[in-house]
């Protein structure tokens, strides 16, 4: 029996999450994301597009494989042979689930798919019937909902459901939707589709307009949907998806409002969190709702005193119920490698074989003679470096060198090697980071473009580890490179040599999005 008072949490960072540009993650990424998703205890992990490419197959099938307690999921078009190919994926996992999804919009069904809504609403009946024979936990999407005609899909919706369709999802595709309308139109679509209470209502949105998770709460509330679809950090292309963190952080302050209950374990927020920034490569910006380094940080004098006698004061939620650790110690310049294999478990950080605990457990070591406190984060930091480095280290970074002065150029002096091949560059820069990248491109001149730069205090104070992340393109190919290091140049030099092995990989990044 179903629980009214449930609300399902179906996570989609691997899917949605990964459209977002240079977001792609390679299968074991997308494996270590899909664990720490199981540790939240998200309900559902729509772990990929199974048809859209082989190793985007390979990865839900790995997940379907290892996750035990979530429900995997697939996405398919319409269409038997995606179908296929997503019930083979999810064929190891224990509890699977078939997402099918067809654009039921004026715009989308003539510009885009070029049919009469009459073949799409035989198409969406043709697919659920067939997704039954591989599964009976069936979802279908009306794609671009919140632009479709009510009457349009109050037919297709009722048609789906009679197939057995057994969740049903309602998309802001293009983010277009704003709260009050959408709650209403959910509503009225329950209210008018016949046999609407023989599925679970979900809603699915996007953050154009900044209001996607203001647009699933009142899904849910004015609605009666049941089910919100979101990503970590709100991970997603153009402006993102519904952020679990906030939603689920939402429901669970405001219970006197929401009266519903979650499976989730929010202790495990921040740790999913900063996996999943750091295996992609997209910052979480400070002022982030809970989980931004500043969503606990109190700066006026007013409201640290008023935290000081009474921390509700100025605080709804407390920091370490989302996962926020007191900046623990965790390990020092004298922890053996024992130690730090149990920590790296105790995090979730399972690496593959003895070589890489080896590697990371080297990294460790040198990291904690420049170093005196190392944290999590630090830890974390260089599981991510070992499995950067994990996919091939075509060029690999030894050692440098910078000056900076008042009124002087900046210069910079990189030893590196390229193929195996050490070699030195230096070269001056506008400040002592664009040094550091003409040097190494005076020997790479690998014809990257940087589109983005950005530089975070790793674990907060100024003993913190930078860490740098830099987003390239080259042939329409974007990659996100990551580097730390308690230098800012050397984490900046890291992370760009970073971003060119992800450029020369042949490891295969996944990404889902394909055409119609
Ligand atoms: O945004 C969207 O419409 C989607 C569907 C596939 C559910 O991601
Ligand atoms: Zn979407």
Redesign the pocket.
């Known amino acids: 029996m179903f629980d009214p008072n449930r609300l399902i949490i179906f996570d989609?960072t691997l899917r949605?999450g990964e459209?977002s540009p240079g977001a792609s993650m390679t299968k074991d990424e997308k494996v270590r994301i899909a664990r720490q998703l199981e540790r939240l205890r998200v309900d559902v992990i729509e772990a990929g597009f199974a048809a859209a490419s082989p190793g985007d197959f390979e990865a839900i099938r790995a997940i379907s494989s290892v996750v035990r307690e979530s429900t995997i999921c697939s996405l398919s078009r319409a269409n038997d042979r995606d179908i296929a190919r997503a019930a083979e994926a999810l064929q190891p996992a224990p509890r699977k689930r078939i997402h099918t999804f067809i654009a039921t919009s004026p715009l989308h069904m003539k510009i885009k798919l070029r049919m009469e809504p009459e073949q799409v609403l035989e198409q969406a009946r043709l697919a659920v019937r067939f997704a039954r024979n591989h599964t009976d936990d069936i979802e279908f999407s009306p794609e671009d909902g919140s632009r479709s005609e009510e009457d349009f899909l109050c037919r297709v919706l009722e048609t789906v459901i009679a197939e057995g369709a057994t969740t049903i999802n309602f998309?802001d595709?293009v983010g277009y939707a704003v709260p009050e309308q959408f709650g209403e139109r959910i509503r009225r679509l329950r209210e008018r589709v016949p046999n609407s209470d023989k599925a679970i209502w979900s809603v699915?949105c996007?953050n154009d307009l900044g209001l996607a998770v203001a647009n699933s709460l009142a899904g849910v509330m004015i609605g009666g949907a049941r089910q919100i679809?979101c990503t970590i950090n709100g991970l997603?292309?153009r402006a993102g998806?519904t952020s679990l963190e906030e939603v689920v952080m939402a429901v669970k302050t405001r219970a006197d409002y929401f009266n519903l209950t979650l499976g989730i374990d929010t202790t495990q927020i921040v740790p999913a969190s900063k996996m999943v920034s750091q295996v992609t490569g997209f910052a979480v910006q400070p002022n982030k709702a809970v989980v931004g380094a500043n969503a606990f940080a109190h700066a006026s004098g007013i409201h640290q005193d008023g935290i000081l006698k009474a921390r509700e004061t100025y605080e709804i939620m407390r920091a370490e119920d989302v996962g926020w650790t007191a900046n623990k110690i965790v390990l020092g310049k004298l922890s053996g490698r024992n130690a730090f294999k149990q920590r790296l478990q105790e995090l979730g950080l399972e690496l593959e074989s003895e070589a890489e605990v080896n590697a990371a457990f080297a990294r460790f070591k040198d990291l904690a003679d420049r170093k005196s406190e190392i944290f999590d984060e630090d830890i974390m930091a260089l599981v991510s470096a070992e499995e950067q480095a994990h996919e091939g280290e075509y060029y690999r970074f030894v050692s440098m060198s910078q000056r900076s002065e008042t009124g002087e150029l900046p210069h910079a002096r990189i030893s590196f090697s390229i193929d195996g091949k050490e070699c030195s560059a230096e070269a001056s820069g506008d400040g002592p980071v664009d040094a550091i990248i003409n040097a190494i491109e005076s020997q790479a001149n690998s014809g990257a473009e940087l589109l983005l730069f950005t530089i975070n205090a790793i674990s907060g104070g100024p003993q913190s580890q930078g860490e740098v992340q830099v987003r390239l393109s080259r042939a329409g190919r974007i990659v996100n490179g990551v580097g730390a290091d308690p230098d800012i140049v050397v984490a900046s030099a890291k992370a760009y040599i970073a971003g060119l092995n992800k450029l020369q990989s042949k490891v295969e990044r996944l990404n889902p999005q394909v055409g119609p």
Do not use: A, I, K, W
């Open positions: 989609t949605d459209q998309p595709t699915h996007h679809e997603g292309e998806n």
